[in-house]
């Protein structure tokens, strides 16, 4: 299938490893410009760059904390400049702290609401004032079944991600005239290097949820993307898309 | 054919009438047409009602006026054609005289625009365009004739100042008018002085709502000579109509239909534009009775303004216009207006108007306007 | 669809509704007869020039003059939101005439009878329901852009 992505330009957030880096360079792969943010990881990101230049394309790695806001209005307006114009926003940093309510602080609560769904506010934003003039666009949030269900000390974490699926609706309601889509990729568990830490029976526990007896890998997940990202979904929007082998139904 | 004639007039109070519902108003014009002619309902063979429906909750106006009037079963029907009902009830009337199907017909037009609250009355005001391209956009009546305004005054150079002329003539005229809504002359200052309405119209550039009513009673040849000896000609009769939409209108500095039917009705009454001695015209804005004066041929094009401002327009001028008060201070109601035109023309030309007479009035004149010009009517009277 | 045309619509039903949608994705439409090819802006499915009732949309450009234009002071019913508002009515290069809101990149004092404009079709944002209308622009306005300079 051809997605048509030729020559369109991308950012994804958290792109530097795991699930990110997997979607920049298969949108790179379909013919994207792709720029990515780091906060700590810089060598990282430098080699997704080299990674989506050895595919012929453009890369760019922007430093910029997703819990900022203006780092996120700036990054925008850099890959614009840079890019001369902006087509596809694919939100994906996140992180997780977990912990039981009663041992939960303050801080906990706070760094993961405002990495995760704040920093999605702030790209969302960003991109929708791009993509309304424009009279185009794609935006996809990545959130997690974690989002649609409960989990065991992850009030933040779920929170997060729920919020994520909620503001994605609303969002997807607000830009469907000026044609853009606005989706949501709810993976289950995913062999990443975040998930390396997890610890074994965990991990059993998990794929025994599943009723295809696996984990997604993070190209898996960017398949999935890179066609929300297509013309070929122009019809979709509003949407949750669970790549989770059955995890949870 | 035989020549038409009108042998009893007939005006109620303009204002806000709300001591009365409009087959009551119209009764009132009725009644002094009816003594005017010095003639009862049995002389009547039908009568003709010129009103605009949407603003009164009764509905189909015509049959409740005939009855309240007295007339059943005597024949009636409606005109409609926004502020030109008037005169179209009395073409209508006229034309059925001229075949022969009737001999004598009252003609009563009148309006109710109170029965509306302002929000109604608002939604109505946004509709008087071309509803499908140009009302989802605001404009509003007042906002049409700006733009002509706005478009004449860059042609030609006319005046805010020349504009309220109009208004503080009309307004002159009106107080001594018992039957106009607002009886007080107004100053030049005071009118510069009004609030913005749509640019570069101010709230005195704008006629005002009103109830009222008027009656004319039109007969044959035969039977005026009969009943009246101060019968007034219908002589000319015209009718001409222009696109609703201003976006189809090869000009907006005149009213393409106003221009027609005055040529016709000259030639119908066998005059010019220089036999008019005085005038009723539709200054349902001032700019409107600026592009009158040219759209009639009183004056060349574009030089409506200094038209007025030179005191051409007033009593001793070329032709006494609007010396009634005109819409701007007798008030419109909306059916009405076009009837009220012609009981003041007749009236001038009896010699009958007191302090407002014209002197030596022959040949007079009407021309009243529906909505934004896309229906004109003009009338020419003559007194043998 | 036509209901989309128009900050308030009184004529959701018409044989020229597609013109809404075009609107939406950015396309000013006229027409054209397809039997003796007389053209016209708004549209119309009705021929006045022969009879006939079969019509194509033709695309136009949007380039016009300005004929005269007035400020709203005294606002209609559904208007009061938005008043005061300044309406014109310009004349098309290809034929035909127009009457437009003046949009955003023009300012009051810039306003001339005869000036050079752009009409552009606009999507209103702050509603949820799909309303579309079109402005009068500085020329060379498009209706789909990225300003790369913005805030």
Known sequence: MDLGLEGKNAIVTGGSMGIGSAIALRLAEEGCSVAINYRRHDTEAKQVVRDVEALGRRGLAVKADVSSYDDAQNMVQTVVNEFGSLDIMVCNAGINWDGVIWKMSEEQWDTVINVNLKGYFNYNKAAALVFKDQKSGKIVNISSINGLRGKFAQVNYSASKGGEIAMSKSLAKELGKFNVNVNVVAPGMVMTEMAESIPPEFLTKAMDETALGRFASAEECADLVAFLCSDRARHITGEVVKIDGGQYM | MTRVGIIGIGHGTFGRRSDATVQELAFEAFREAMGDAGIDRTAIDASVIGAVPEYHKQRSLAGVVQEYLGLNPKPTWLTEVACASGSAATRTAWMSIKCGLHDVVAVIGCQKMTEMSTAEILALMGRVGEVQWESGFGTTFPGYYAMFAQRHMHEFGTTRKQLLEVAVKNHYYGARNPYALFRKEITMEKAQGSEEVATPLQVYDCCANADGAACVILASEDKAKEISEKTVWLDGMACATASMSVLRRPSLTGLPSAEKAATDAYEMAGVTADDIKVADVHDCFTVAEIMAYEDLGFCPKGKGGPFVSEGKAHIGGKVAVNVDGGLKSKGHPIGATGVSMTYEIAKQLRGEAGERQVPDADVGLTHNVGGIGQYCFVQVLKRD | ?151
């Open chain 3, 1 to 151: 669809m036509f209901e989309w045309f128009g900050k308030v619509n009184f004529t959701p039903y018409t044989k020229v509704s597609d013109f809404a949608r075009h609107l939406k994705d950015g396309h000013l439409m006229g027409s054209r007869c397809k039997d003796c090819g007389a053209t016209s802006f708004p549209p119309r499915a009705d021929c006045d020039a022969c009879a006939s009732g079969e019509f194509e949309f033709n695309e136009v450009s949007g380039k016009a003059t300005l004929n005269t234009f007035t400020k709203i002071v005294a606002a209609p019913t559904g208007f009061e939101d938005v008043v005061p508002y300044i309406v014109g009515v310009v004349d098309l290069e290809e034929g035909g005439r127009a009457l437009a809101w003046f949009g955003e990149s023009l300012k009051e004092e810039d306003i001339e009878i005869g000036m050079e404009l752009q009409i552009v079709p606009q999507i209103f944002d702050e509603v949820e329901e799909i309303k579309v209308y079109y402005s009068l622009e500085q020329p060379g306005t498009t209706w789909s852009k990225v300003d790369p300079n913005w805030q």
